[in-house]
């Protein structure tokens, strides 16, 4: 493992992360979703425990970075997880899967009380290897608008109800942007007329709108699908500068 002895620059800070689990709550995982065709979201990562645990989901969003929320390793020592890409099925065993450890992470201002800029870029231990079962996903524009409406995809292993257990393969669900209750920091997105949202598990993972990731799950109001409240996502837009920046720091550092 490469340690990194500090932030590259004063935006670039490097956490050190606390071995304890519990405490925080993680953001769920799909309830009311459907099936993923198998490896039709190529960009999905699971980070797991070493025994295989998954406990988040991850985006990959170039060969050596995959973007998740910043509260899913608050309270885990990095040298524990494992991120795995190419997944469908979590249980089987899948010739497409890949497995990295974590380098480094970079952390922007996360605020666990606020719960604002609950993003984090984890640096692999090595670049993936691209192929149909594992791309990068696309960002969108600095600051790009995301009218209510817009119609978008959840995807995660996350459970299927509050105190339903994980799924054995991916789930994903059609999601519509909304703005009540939300906040400018966030993403918000509802299904009306029915019980069904991200769940725990499903932190971390992306919202694609328009093929392009705007979203990573952040959290939950008063349990999943619960018909009241908006889905949160950290809003990826508000991070593209930060991110392309962290990637151009990081590039080059230690060979591909
Ligand atoms: C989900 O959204 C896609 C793209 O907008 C659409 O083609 C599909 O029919 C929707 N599926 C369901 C079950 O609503």
Same mark, same amino acid.
């Given at each position: 493992?490469?340690? $990194?002895? #500090?932030?590259? $620059?004063?935006?670039?800070?490097?956490?050190?992360?606390?071995?304890?689990? @519990?405490?925080?709550?993680?953001?769920?995982?799909?309830?009311? #979703?459907?099936?993923?065709?198998?490896?039709?979201?190529?960009?999905?990562?699971?980070?797991? /425990?070493?025994?295989? +645990?998954?406990?988040?989901?991850?985006?990959?969003?170039?060969? &050596?970075? *995959?973007?998740?929320? !910043?509260?899913?390793?608050?309270?885990?020592?990095? /040298?524990?997880?494992?991120?795995?890409? @190419?997944?469908?099925?979590? =249980?089987?065993?899948?010739?497409?899967?890949?497995?990295? &450890?974590? $380098?480094?992470?970079?952390?922007?201002?996360?605020?666990?009380?606020?719960?604002?800029?609950?993003?984090?870029?984890?640096?692999?231990? &090595?670049? !993936?290897?691209?192929?149909?079962?594992?791309? *990068?996903?696309?960002?969108?524009?600095?600051? =790009?608008?995301?009218?209510?409406?817009?119609?978008?995809?959840?995807?995660?292993?996350?459970?299927? #109800?509050?105190?339903?257990?994980?799924?054995?393969? /991916?789930?994903?669900?059609?999601?519509?942007?909304?703005?009540?209750?939300? +906040?400018? =920091?966030?993403?918000?997105?509802?299904?009306?007329?029915?019980?069904?949202?991200?769940?725990?598990?499903?932190?971390?993972?992306?919202?694609?709108?328009? #093929? *392009?990731?705007? @979203?990573?799950?952040?959290?939950?109001? &008063?349990?999943?699908?619960? +018909? =009241?409240?908006?889905?949160?996502?950290? +809003?990826? $837009? /508000?991070?593209?500068?930060?991110?392309?920046?962290?990637?151009?720091?990081?590039?080059?550092?230690? @060979?591909?």
């Amino acid at each position: 493992m490469t340690r $990194s002895c #500090g932030p590259s $620059s004063p935006a670039l800070a490097l956490v050190l992360l606390a071995v304890l689990l @519990g405490g925080v709550a993680r953001a769920a995982e799909i309830v009311g #979703g459907r099936e993923a065709q198998p490896h039709s979201r190529p960009y999905m990562a699971s980070l797991q /425990l070493l025994p295989g +645990r998954h406990f988040c989901g991850g985006t990959l969003i170039h060969p &050596r970075f *995959v973007l998740t929320a !910043a509260h899913c390793l608050s309270n885990l020592n990095p /040298l524990r997880v494992r991120v795995v890409l @190419g997944a469908h099925s979590l =249980q089987t065993s899948e010739p497409t899967k890949q497995r990295f &450890r974590i $380098s480094r992470l970079f952390e922007n201002s996360y605020d666990p009380k606020e719960k604002l800029n609950d993003v984090l870029l984890l640096q692999l231990d &090595r670049p !993936a290897t691209l192929n149909a079962q594992v791309a *990068v996903a696309q960002l969108p524009q600095q600051n =790009q608008l995301l009218p209510h409406g817009t119609q978008c995809l959840a995807m995660g292993w996350g459970r299927l #109800g509050t105190f339903e257990p994980l799924p054995q393969v /991916l789930q994903e669900l059609n999601v519509t942007v909304v703005t009540f209750l939300c +906040r400018p =920091q966030n993403v918000c997105t509802f299904v009306p007329r029915r019980s069904a949202g991200i769940c725990f598990g499903d932190s971390g993972g992306p919202l694609i709108c328009d #093929g *392009v990731i705007q @979203g990573v799950d952040s959290f939950v109001i &008063r349990g999943c699908a619960t +018909r =009241q409240y908006p889905d949160f996502f950290a +809003r990826v $837009s /508000l991070y593209v500068d930060w991110i392309r920046s962290v990637l151009s720091n990081a590039g080059g550092e230690d @060979g591909p």
